[in-house]
């Protein structure tokens, strides 16, 4: 069985500010992917990033990146530079293509 | 990545009813799968949709309250049978795919959602 835990329910960072969101997890397949969503309040679910247990060198994505310390089981979300459409509801996830298991989510408010 | 529609996008309906929801994908897919997000909730997977047969169903999801079809590897629906207030949710439609398809193997993409809401 895979989990993912994310201990953040809300966060809040100012403007053109770098701000960290926090996910650990658990499983026990030797091959995994860790995955970051969007959920604005539209709905939609839009992918992030994405970091493969194999992975030497960490993920990045435009002013996101994937903090993953295999030995901690953490895949944290780092973006940089915030801006206010970055206000939304973000999810961890960990499986593969074939089967998602999704934290809880964090709340980002981007302040002006 | 591939684009991804669904409809409706959103609907109020009366319990006792049925709603069928459908799931376009502008490309060939391998995977498509069907999630419910309760309100305030995460992401919970209904099951995987397959191309040709029954569709496949996680623990505490059962094909007759949730008929699954996919004829073809573009397009699947999801219909919500007999519902209940308890199935207001929104229900999203997501695909990925292997090597050949657009869709790169590892990444699972998500369609915009349907709102659905029971009286």
């Known amino acids: 069985a895979q989990k993912i835990t994310q201990t953040q329910p809300g966060m809040f960072v100012q403007e053109k500010e770098a701000v960290t969101l926090d996910c650990t997890y658990d499983?026990?397949?030797?091959?995994?992917?860790l995955f970051w969503y969007k959920q604005p309040s539209s709905g939609e679910m839009i992918f992030l990033i994405y970091?493969?247990?194999?992975?030497?060198q960490n993920a990045t994505e435009g002013r996101y990146s994937l903090n993953f310390q295999k030995a901690r089981k953490s895949a944290n979300l780092v973006i940089s530079a915030s801006q206010l459409g970055d206000s939304a509801m973000y999810f961890c996830?960990?499986?593969?293509?074939?089967?998602?298991?999704f934290g809880s989510g964090t709340q980002l408010t981007v302040l002006p | 990545s591939a684009v991804i529609s669904q409809k409706p996008s959103r609907d109020i309906c009366q319990r006792g009813t049925s709603l069928t929801i459908q799931c376009q994908v502008d490309?060939?897919?391998?995977?498509m799968f069907w999630y419910r997000q309760q309100p305030g909730q995460s992401l919970t997977l209904i099951a995987t949709?397959?191309?040709?047969?029954?569709?496949?169903?996680e623990s505490g999801f059962v094909i007759d309250k949730f008929p699954i079809s996919r004829p073809n590897l573009t397009f699947s629906t999801l219909t919500v049978s007999n519902m209940s207030p308890e199935d207001s949710s929104i229900y999203l439609c997501?695909?990925?795919?292997?090597?050949?398809?657009?869709?790169?193997?590892?990444?699972?993409?998500f369609g915009p959602g349907t709102r659905l809401t029971v009286t």
């Open positions: 996830a960990i499986g593969s293509a074939r089967q998602l298991t």
């Open positions: 499983t026990s397949d030797p091959s995994y992917g």
């Open positions: 949709a397959n191309q040709g047969s029954e569709a496949t169903y």
């Open positions: 970091q493969g247990s194999y992975d030497q």
């Open positions: 490309s060939q897919v391998t995977m």
């Open positions: 997501s695909v990925a795919g292997t090597s050949g398809s657009d869709v790169p193997p590892y990444e699972q993409y």
